[in-house]
């Protein structure tokens, strides 16, 4: 009696008016071991943000996938191609060479489906990060920063290092299109349905370009060619210049304080679909400082930069195509692995950025 009342609270819960009754969606469903966690993302209305521009302005919340950062899609299509072509199999290892979020993604998911996990970074990196990675069973190989001309770059050793094993591959997140698939299948068409097609414009940084072609190339499908499709770029990255030049490729320089994204070249993620891109809009770090501050304060949203930068990019766009739009973008990652640096007055400081903090919300700089 008790089971049968249940099943139909759930069965008519979308119009139940009770506050107790459960609304249970299809992103809900129980699912398959940790990958099977990945995606389904809610796409969250920034609200504040909404009501300046009078668009309506949503962040895909992807540091609510298992891993926290978008990049556990990119992780799982890595693994899953390298499986579909028989690259890998039972007991194999996957070899990538990252300092972020691809590492952590690819931990876990090697960790759930029984591979081993083999990281290279540079050794300039936080010890943080290289514990981080031990404790999600990597094995880790920091090695000294070089360019990537250099045959000793943390990503050729990556590639060396599978060569070297049996049943063993270099995921090669730059430019292995599976991570670009991740988005094309996963992403793109979950933000489209999220808002029922009302997507009039999307934007977002690029690392690999991953989540922006991929993204791209399904949206400007299912929409033929009626969303505008933007690359947000910050300081230190060639791409803004690239594509306002129409293609001129100019040397890298310059920095920025936003980790996992700014690129000097065109990945063969991203290639096939610059051209499909509308334009660019280049974010400095005085921008994204203070958004990671709003963000906070305006929708208790604790983000690290790069989706800071994002949303920022997002305004201006919804600025620009006036109000009673609709403009997505992605929330990549918390700021849990930043706190020290961008919530520490001293640290921004010595990056000139503490002017960038509105005063009113210098309060949450609560760490030395
Ligand atoms: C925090 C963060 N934001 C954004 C990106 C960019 O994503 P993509 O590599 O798909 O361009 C990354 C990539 O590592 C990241 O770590």
């Known amino acids: 009696m008790f089971r049968l009342g249940l099943r139909r609270a759930y069965a008519t819960a979308s119009e139940c008016a009770s506050p107790y009754c459960v609304k249970v969606s299809k992103a809900q469903r129980t699912v398959n071991g940790f990958v099977g966690a990945i995606g389904n993302t809610p796409l969250i209305r920034l609200n504040r943000v ?23 899609r990119a992780a799982l299509y890595l693994v899953k191609e390298a499986e579909e072509k028989g690259l890998l199999t039972p007991g194999g290892t996957v070899v990538e060479g990252t300092a972020g979020n691809t590492g952590i993604g690819l931990a876990h998911v090697c960790r759930s489906k029984g591979y081993k996990c083999v990281i290279y970074m540079p050794d300039t990196q936080s010890q943080g990060k290289i514990d981080l990675l031990r404790l999600l069973g990597a094995e880790v190989y920091p090695v000294p920063a070089v360019a990537f001309e250099n045959p000793q770059n943390y990503n050729h050793q990556a590639q060396r290092h599978a060569a070297s094993l049996p049943n063993a591959v270099w995921t090669n997140q730059f430019d292995n299109t599976a991570n670009r698939r991740a988005h094309i299948e996963t992403t793109g068409p979950e933000i489209w349905s999220q808002l029922a097609g009302r997507v009039d414009a999307f934007t977002c940084a690029t690392g690999t370009g991953g ?47 936003t980790e996992g994204i700014g690129q000097g070249r065109i990945t063969d993620n991203l290639k096939p679909e610059v051209k499909l891109l509308n334009g660019s809009v280049h974010v400095s770090d005085e921008k994204s400082v203070e958004m990671v501050y709003r963000l906070l ?72």
């Open 211 to 257: 989540t922006l072609a991929g993204v791209t190339r399904y949206l400007k499908e299912v929409s033929d060619g009626r969303t505008e499709c933007i690359l947000a770029d910050p300081p230190g990255s060639v791409l803004h210049s690239y594509i306002q030049s129409g293609g001129k490729l100019v040397e890298r320089s310059g920095s920025s304080i």
């Open 297 to 368: 304060d305006e929708e208790g949203l604790y983000m690290g930069a790069s989706s800071a930068l994002n949303v920022v990019a997002a305004v201006e766009i919804a600025r620009r195509i006036g109000p009673g739009k609709t403009v997505a973008t992605v929330l990549c990652d918390g700021a849990y692995r930043y706190a020290d640096r961008l919530f520490s007055k001293s640290w921004l400081e010595g990056k000139g950025l503490w002017g960038a903090v509105p005063e009113h919300l210098r309060k949450y700089a609560v760490l030395a």
């Open 50 to 72: 909404s009501e300046e521009t009078g668009c309506d302005i949503y962040g895909k919340a992807e540091f609510m996938n298992p891993g926290g950062s978008v990049k556990d």
